[in-house]
T-cell receptor
Framework: DAKTTQPTSMDCAEGRAANLPCNHSTISGNEYVYWYRQIHSQGPQYIIHGLKNNETNEMASLIITEDRKSSTLILPHATLRDTAVYYCIAKTSYDKVIFGPGTSLSVIP | DAEITQSPRHKITETGRQVTLACHQTWNHNNMFWYRQDLGHGLRLIHY???????NKGEVSDGYSVSRSNTEDLPLTLESAASSQTSVYFCASQSGGSSYEQYFGPGTRLTVT
């Protein structure tokens, strides 16, 4: 699995967009970018994934650079309930998930 | 609705005892995983299985074992519990093939005294 690097922590004002960056410069051609999040004391929750095209679902948008070496998860209108640790993972679709330390996002009222 | 459950949700045991944590999923997923989470270490993979009778070691498998006798269940056994195994344990499942998502259970908080 490709190694990913994320900022340790970020703050975002409630109602504003939260943009969470992730670097994965050694990603291989068959590895996807996945995002999960973990709200305090709960099990991790899948958010979104992509290969090379930008993706959007009801939770978030994923922007992947053309060279696929980095990506950004966008929560368009952050709420207090989005306060969580966000994990960026690069892996093939069939492989197991290995978690890094992630980014601790605090949404501020 | 399909789901993944873990039991017990909380467990206190003594050093040296054998403990089994249950994980049950109703999605008929082939792949199942066990993680532990400690403060300062994030989630670490203990064991995983890609189908019945298949088991594999993860990053931190020492002192743990799993068995997969059916699709729905992957119990995690601590052969002789140690205080270092005090942690929160999460089970996850994933459909095989080209599925993308892992679904996680609510977790079991285990304290070894």
């Amino acid at each position: 699995d490709a190694k990913t690097t994320q900022p340790t922590s970020m703050d975002c004002a409630e109602g504003r967009a939260a943009n969470l960056p992730c670097n994965h410069s050694t990603i291989s051609g068959n590895e996807y970018v996945y995002w999960y999040r973990q709200i305090h004391s709960q099990g991790p929750q899948y958010i979104i994934h992509g290969l090379k095209n930008n993706e959007t679902n009801e939770m978030a948008s994923l922007i992947i650079t053309e060279d696929r070496k980095s990506s950004t998860l966008i929560l368009p209108h952050a709420t207090l309930r989005d306060t969580a640790v966000y994990y960026c993972i690069a892996k093939t679709s069939y492989d197991k998930v290995i978690f890094g330390p992630g980014t601790s996002l605090s949404v501020i009222p | 609705d399909a789901e993944i459950t873990q039991s017990p949700r909380h467990k206190i045991t003594e050093t040296g005892r054998q403990v089994t944590l249950a994980c049950h999923q109703t999605w008929n997923h082939n792949n199942m995983f066990w993680y532990r989470q400690d403060l300062g270490h994030g989630l670490r993979l203990i064991h995983y299985s890609y189908g019945v009778q298949d088991t594999n070691k993860g990053e931190v498998s020492d002192g743990y074992s799993v068995s997969r006798s059916n699709t729905e269940d992957l119990p995690l056994t601590l052969e002789s519990a140690a205080s270092s195994q005090t942690s929160v344990y999460f089970c996850a499942s994933q459909s095989g093939g080209s599925s993308y998502e892992q679904y996680f259970g609510p977790g079991t908080r285990l304290t070894v005294t």
